[in-house]
């Protein structure tokens, strides 16, 4: 077995602000995903990373940054918070890249922005 | 385009009673199909996932799906929920392609009373 860790687990941070948030995994999982998760609009996907190094960009990449620099973690930046935005974040681990590969997700950041 | 879509954003069951929660997908071949389920403040779990052979795939704790090609659903059911079953559940699908990675319902959020 394994777990996905996140942090922090809440965010709040002010308009125009840089915000950075972390994931990782000890399942030895190559591939990486952040979603995010919006109240009436389920899950949507913001990056994800095949292996060490590589980035991938989802459907909702503009206005995020992310960084894999280790096997073991990803990080998401949001580049500029946006005024009243309110999210939660969803780091998710697969063993490899595949569609029937299972996806084991972490607890979630919940960001809220002033 | 494709799309995975839960026409049911709210159910209410007792306790006892048997759950059918609904799933439509738009693909144009036959998608990989999951249903995750997501308990208060934590991440996603895989309950059941389905691709090829026998339409009906049982899952974990007691949940069963029916996967249906004529009707484009693959329909969550369990045939007695306990309090703990309590959540919000989510049909995903994702074509073998995976480049546009899983693709997400807008969620079903089950509660289930005494």
């Known amino acids: 077995g394994g777990i996905i860790t996140q942090t922090p687990k809440f965010l709040i941070g002010q308009e125009g602000q840089k915000l950075t948030l972390k994931c990782q995994q000890n399942f030895n999982h190559d591939t990486m995903y952040w979603y995010r998760q919006d109240s009436g609009k389920g899950l949507r996907l913001i990056y994800y990373s095949i292996t060490e190094n590589d980035l991938q960009k989802g459907d909702l990449s503009e206005g995020y940054d992310a960084s894999r620099e280790k096997k073991s973690s990803f990080s998401l930046t949001v580049t500029s918070a946006q005024k009243n935005e309110m999210a939660v974040f969803l780091c998710?681990?697969?063993?490899?890249?595949?569609?029937?590969?299972?996806?084991?997700f972490g607890p979630g950041t919940r960001l809220t922005v002033l | 385009a494709q799309s995975v879509t839960q026409p049911d954003a709210r159910v209410t069951v007792s306790e006892g009673a048997s759950l059918q929660l609904r799933c439509k997908y738009s693909?144009?071949?036959?998608?990989?199909l999951f249903w995750y389920v997501q308990y208060q403040r934590q991440g996603l779990q895989l309950l059941l996932k389905y691709y090829s052979g026998d339409p009906v795939v049982q899952g974990v704790n007691g949940f069963e799906a029916e996967f249906s090609k004529s009707d484009s659903s693959f329909h969550l059911r369990k045939a007695s929920v306990h309090w703990s079953d309590s959540a919000v559940y989510f049909c995903a699908a994702s074509l073998y392609n995976y480049a546009q990675g899983l693709t997400f319902g807008l969620g079903t959020r089950v509660s289930v009373f005494p």
């Open positions: 998710a681990s697969s063993i490899r890249l595949g569609p029937y590969a299972e996806q084991f």
């Open positions: 693909y144009s071949g036959t998608p990989y």
